[in-house]
């Protein structure tokens, strides 16, 4: 039962249907059948019953017409009696024997139980088995009490019902056939009409259920089967348009219209709250890929100047061209120039126009600006950042081919570093500065500010170095003169030793003479020290036994110790023992072997306080010979103001041989990093020195020159905000 419910389920519709209808076809014919069947069965029983009532009474009647006669006129009657073509008629005693019967006669049925149930009514219907033919008969019977005799008529199934039936049978089967004929047209006209169409939209169905995007199914009528054509076409329509939408999806063509089929359809709701998803997701993309390409561009400006100002840092013009050149040319912009203060009278401070940049030309401007005045002035004296865009018409004009023209906005930008300004950037453009680009120049105002402070105390320290070299040469040639007279005078003390007392009046001239050449060397010693006494940077002298002889008024400030704590001490003192050990041992070797170590060197240490913290500095070591006595005189710059001492840092080596013609190497400066930090180069200058003691003073000079210039070069210092 299963394997033919599981065969039935497996069928498809249209033979369904056929199965269905022939099967209920089937079971109509055979209850008709049945219907029919019993129905004639009923009657040919009650035609029976009538012609068997008939027959009994004619019989009845006969046998009171001739009851008078013997039963032997009487048997050839009865005899020609048929019922039906097998059925007869018989006259049977009361004791069961058979009296008169065309088939049973002379026979005794009284052991019979159809004999026995005869007896029990006058007048009934037996039923029975004939034990010679085993059929079924059926036996009427009535008792004729005048000549105390059984009437019975018998009649055969077979004869009288099962004919009946087959015939019945045999029209039914013929109006089976012809019923199935008529259906089965039936059916062809419901399968064209209702299977066809309904396998149609299956093989639609099916080609959504795979996948694909079937074509639309065409059926005319407006019936059931055409609103589900409707509904399925409907939902091709929908699948199609919902495959458009999503391919332009895939492009990122999010504004590509879509409606879904109703507020129930689950994929077209799901596929526009994806396509919100995917467009936020997208919008936010894109902003991201906006926000690295701006700091990208902010890290690459920041390299590219941090490289710029390493360069061209011993000239303050050629520094500002080259800082408004690349930054007009980074931002941008249309038109740029660099304000740098000028404070060389105390009381005439103004801002110069160092640098013009404009359509990838230098521009030879001259322009002096008072603090305060205009709005470059104004943001000198503020000290913030100005950006406008309403610009008034006759403040500045921007000239190009194609005429003069007012920028639609402009930046000042104030050098400040450890809150002192050093100059302002204006920068003027036709178009509106960026955010970024507002921030990025905000940055690299305080690299600039530091550079450009990092080559004014250069230049100033470069200039003191030249005259004190200046005033070394002078009292070397003052103290070569003295020698001289010297040596005249000892040749003259001789001869006048030999002369007498007639050169006595000689001796005292040249001996005036020579007095007067000491008090000359005295006052430009003096003038000397009292230069280096109030000079900006630190100045300590001693000999070659480490007694300090001097100690200027920087030097106090820097160490702070007073003249009077250190003045006829040892240098030791102020030095940190890791300098002082290299330092003693080239002092004790210097004078016998004539190598420099520490001596003529320049670079940055830190050295002991009075308070026992270290302190930065720049240091370069001058020799001094007068006869036979050699003094040294160290150079302090201050580190402090740029930069607390970093330490990775290591001070200049001391123990090993230098070349006396090796140059310094210049410093290599890490980048500043992105958050506006910005620290000194962590590569100090590397060690080495320069033979500026030997040699006339114009060689001096220039080589010491070379030398600060070339140190100089290693400086960048930046403020932490």
């Known amino acids: 039962m299963k394997k033919l419910s599981t065969w039935y389920k497996n069928m498809n519709l249209s033979s369904r249907v056929i199965l ?41 009647n006969l046998l009171g017409f001739l009851q008078d006669r013997p039963l032997g006129d009487l048997e050839n009657i009865i005899r020609q009696r048929v019922l039906y073509n097998t059925g007869f008629i018989s006259l049977i005693s009361t004791d069961g024997e058979v009296k008169i019967c065309r088939v049973r006669q002379g026979q005794n049925i009284s052991g019979t139980p159809y004999f026995n149930s005869m007896r029990t009514s006058r007048r009934g219907e037996v039923v029975y088995t004939d034990p010679v033919t085993e059929g079924t008969n059926f036996q009427y019977h009535t008792y004729y009490e005048p000549l105390g005799l059984y009437v019975t008529a018998t009649l055969e199934k077979r004869e009288f019902i099962d004919k009946a039936v087959f015939n019945t049978l045999k029209i039914l089967l013929f109006a089976l056939i012809f ?5 089965s047209l039936v059916n062809y006209f419901i399968m064209k009409t209702i299977t ?17 995007l079937a074509e639309k199914f065409h059926y005319p009528h407006k019936d059931e089967v055409g609103q589900m054509t409707f509904s399925v076409n409907e939902l091709v329509e929908g699948l199609q348009r919902t495959a458009i939408f999503a391919r ?53 400006g920041l390299a590219r100047f941090a490289d710029i100002l390493r360069q061209n840092n011993d000239s303050i013009e050629e520094l500002s061209y080259d800082i408004i050149r690349n930054l007009v040319d980074y931002l941008g912009v249309n038109q740029g120039g660099i304000f740098i203060l000028n404070a060389e009278d105390e009381h005439d401070k103004f801002l110069e126009l160092t640098a013009c940049y404009a359509f990838d030309r230098r521009k030879y401007l001259e322009k002096k600006i008072l603090p305060g005045e205009g709005l470059v002035g104004t943001c000198f004296l503020e000290q913030e950042c100005i950006y406008i865009t309403n610009i008034p018409q006759d403040y500045i004009k921007i000239t190009s081919g194609l005429g003069d023209e007012n920028p639609s906005s402009l930046l000042l930008i104030p050098l400040k570093v450890n809150e002192k300004i050093y100059g302002v950037i204006e920068l003027a453009s036709f178009s509106q500065f960026e955010k970024h680009k507002l ?42 003169e003295m020698r001289q007279n010297m040596e005249e005078l000892t040749a003259t003390q001789e001869a006048m030793a030999e002369k007498g007392q007639e050169n006595l009046h000689t001796i005292d001239q040249l001996t005036r003479e020579n007095q007067h050449t000491i008090d000359q060397v005295k006052a430009k010693e003096k003038e000397m020290l009292d230069t280096l006494e109030y000079c900006p940077e630190g100045v300590v002298k001693y000999d070659k036994s480490g007694t300090i ?29 890791s300098f002082v050990q290299n330092h003693d041992g080239d002092l004790h070797n210097y004078p016998g072997t004539g190598q420099k170590q520490t001596m003529g060197m320049g670079g940055k240490l830190e050295l002991l306080r009075k308070s026992g913290d270290l302190h930065p500095v720049f240091l370069t070591i001058v020799e001094t010979r007068i006869g036979e006595e050699i003094f040294f005189t160290g150079f302090f710059s201050d580190l402090s103001g740029f930069e607390s001492a970093d330490p990775d840092t290591e001070s200049p080596d001391t123990t090993g041989p230098q070349d ?9 400066a890490d980048n500043s990093d992105t ?12 060690e080495g020195d320069q033979d500026i003691f030997q040699g006339g003073a114009t060689d001096n000079q220039k080589a010491w020159s070379q030398h600060i210039s070339q140190k100089g070069k290693g400086f960048r210092k930046s403020k932490k905000k």
């Open 549 to 577: 002889l001097l100690f200027n008024k920087a030097s106090e400030n820097i160490w702070g110790y007073s003249s009077g704590e250190v003045l006829g001490k040892n240098i030791k003192m102020l030095m940190p023992d």
């Open 196 to 212: 066809n169409p309904i396998d149609g939209l299956v093989k639609v169905v099916k080609e959504l259920g795979e996948g694909s």
């Open 439 to 480: 921030e990025f120049v905000e940055k690299i105002g305080e690299s600039i500010a530091s550079t450009i402070s990092s080559v004014r105390i250069n230049t100033q320290t470069a200039l003191l170095l030249e005259k004190s070299q200046q005033q070394a040469e002078e009292m070397r040639a003052q103290e070569e």
């Open 248 to 300: 332009e999806m895939g492009k990122n063509n999010f504004e590509h219209p879509f409606e879904p089929l109703s507020d129930k359809d689950v994929l077209g709701n799901a596929l526009l709250e994806m396509r919100f998803s995917l467009k936020t997701a997208s919008e936010e993309e894109k902003l991201r890929k906006t926000e690295d390409e701006k700091r990208n561009w902010t890290t690459q």
């Open 660 to 668: 006396e013609n090796a140059g310094s190497d210049s410093g290599k």
């Open 675 to 686: 958050s506006s930090d910005a620290s000194m180069d962590k590569e100090d200058l590397q």
């Open 20 to 60: 269905s209808m022939n099967m209920a076809i089937l079971v109509s014919i055979l209850v008709i059948s049945l219907f029919a069947t019993i129905n004639r069965i009923k009657v040919q029983k009650s035609d029976a019953n009538a012609l068997v009532e008939n027959e009994l009474r004619q019989v009845t």
């Open 179 to 183: 019923t199935w004929l008529a259906f």
